[in-house]
């Protein structure tokens, strides 16, 4: 089956360690986004890639990475810079060319907390 | 400003009964996409329904609608005959301008509870 795939569910991170989250999907999407979620604070985007190679920055960039060597990962550092990284972390993709209409499809999310 | 109003942090309804679950939102575009999402407590994100701004009719899908009113820009949910399964947070999301690899922008949720 087709879809988004997050690991891992959980994550902890000890102070002044950096951890990176995995994404990969097989929808064969051009793009890929990052999401972080607080509670009542809906999705905030932190980065988004409509190609391989190629990345923007969301309104939430500060303290986070990413890289986009191949069509089908993503994956998003949290660095040590990020003072408050506990949060749920979503990822998604779209397809670009004609995609007007079609949603974001979404993985399972990663829970980080901090220890 | 926030792009994407969400004014009902919580909402009750009654089993079977229909409700309505608000979005307003604020652009500039002539082009854009409104989209609502359900996210159960085990934390996915579940596409639900699609309404483009040239759509001049309201989007359907099952026991869900969407009540477009474009001129007061808002586009509010509407579950039919609600279920006890349908108790999870919504999101209202658009993306401007209207193509595939725009990001959408999420309003903050309305949490929604089907009493039996």
């Known amino acids: 089956d087709g879809g988004i795939t997050q690991s891992p569910k959980y994550l902890f991170r000890k102070e002044g360690q950096n951890v990176t989250l995995s994404c990969e999907q097989n929808?064969?999407?051009?793009?890929m986004y990052w999401y972080r979620q607080d509670p009542g604070q809906g999705l905030r985007l932190i980065y988004y890639s409509q190609i391989v190679n190629d990345f923007q920055k969301g309104d939430i960039a500060e303290g986070y990475s990413v890289s986009r060597e191949k069509k089908e990962s993503f994956p998003l550092t949290v660095t040590s810079a990020q003072k408050n990284p506990t949060a749920f972390y979503l990822c998604?993709?779209?397809?670009?060319?004609?995609?007007?209409?079609?949603?974001?499809?979404f993985g399972d999310g990663t829970r980080l907390s901090i220890l | 400003a926030q792009k994407i109003t969400q004014t009902q942090p919580g909402m009750f309804v009654q089993e079977k009964e229909a409700v309505t679950l608000d979005c307003t939102y604020d652009t500039s575009d002539q082009s854009y996409g409104l989209f609502w999402y359900k996210q159960p407590s085990s934390g996915e994100m579940i596409f639900l329904i699609y309404?483009?701004?040239?759509?001049?009719q309201n989007a359907t899908e099952g026991r869900y609608s969407l009540n477009f009113q474009k001129a007061r820009k808002s586009a509010n949910l509407v579950i039919s005959a609600s279920q006890l399964g349908d108790s999870a947070m919504y999101f209202c999301?658009?993306?401007?301008?209207?193509?595939?690899?725009?990001?959408?922008?999420f309003g903050k949720g309305t949490r929604l509870s089907v009493i039996a």
């Open positions: 999301a658009m993306r401007e301008p209207n193509s595939g690899n725009t990001p959408l922008v």
């Open positions: 309404q483009g701004s040239y759509d001049e």
């Open positions: 998604a993709s779209s397809i670009v060319a004609g995609g007007y209409n079609q949603p974001q499809h």
């Open positions: 929808l064969n999407h051009d793009a």
